[in-house]
């Protein structure tokens, strides 16, 4: 499967809803409200079918849609995600 087939999987909505729970919808960067599920090790199309990397717990973390802008794509704030999960301009 793809990274995008991947996302919109009933599996990866199931566990991102599951994270999401087990946190409270926190952010575990600053404390604010999580709007996303953040993967430590970055997927990759070499490894978006492994399990222990894709859909681990310890591998997700919850986060604020600015402090992922942040990790995800350094300090350029100007980006934000659609209704689709792309990436777009703000």
């Not at 991947?6 to 909505?13: E, G, K, P």
């Not at 492994?50 to 997700?60: E, G, I, K, Y």
Request: glycine residues 6%; proline residues 0%.
């Amino acid at each position: 499967m793809t990274i995008r087939e991947f996302y919109n999987s009933s599996i990866w909505q199931k566990q991102r809803k599951y994270k999401m729970q087990q946190e409270n919808y926190r952010c575990a960067r600053c404390g604010g409200v999580a709007e996303d599920v953040h993967h430590r090790i970055t997927l990759t199309e070499q490894n978006v079918n492994d399990f222990n990397v894709s859909l681990d717990l310890d591998n997700l973390e919850c986060i604020c849609r600015r402090c992922h802008n942040k990790e995800t794509h350094g300090l350029k704030e100007k980006y934000e995600y659609d209704g689709n999960g792309d990436l777009i301009e703000k």
